[in-house]
């Protein structure tokens, strides 16, 4: 059984930073792709970035690139996402998910491992 489990949100400024944190278990971990997602309330969960097996390749919706940076550390079980000069629009629960179809990194359809989510409140 996989469990992610989603930390660090919380309620900042417009141009403030954020660093969420997916800590994974119950799978060799090293072996998915990794992404992240959110959801702003009344809307469907977008892709936010994606990060393969090794790190060796990531993916980001067009919304965040150059602001937001993914990244893992295969020895911890973990992924980051660094979020900086965050807008209003960022609000939203961000979720990390473990890759259950790399063709579909960029969609939902790909993860059928989902973390519990985390808050994100961005104030202008």
């Known amino acids: 059984q996989v469990q992610l489990v989603d930390t660090g949100g919380g309620s900042v400024q417009a141009g403030d930073s954020l660093r969420l944190t997916c800590a994974a278990s119950?799978?060799?971990?090293?072996?998915?792709?990794m992404g992240w997602f959110r959801q702003a309330p009344g809307k469907e969960r977008d892709f936010v970035a994606a990060?393969?097996?090794?790190?060796?390749?990531?993916y980001y919706a067009d919304s965040v690139k150059g602001r937001f940076t993914i990244s893992r550390d295969n020895a911890k079980n973990t992924v980051y996402l660094q979020m900086n000069s965050l807008k209003a629009e960022d609000t939203a629960v961000y979720y990390c998910a473990l890759e259950t179809d790399i063709a579909e990194l960029t969609t939902t359809r790909g993860y059928d491992y989902w973390g519990q989510g985390t808050q994100v409140t961005v104030s202008s």
């Open positions: 119950g799978r060799t971990f090293r072996m998915y792709a």
């Open positions: 990060i393969t097996m090794s790190g060796g390749f990531t």
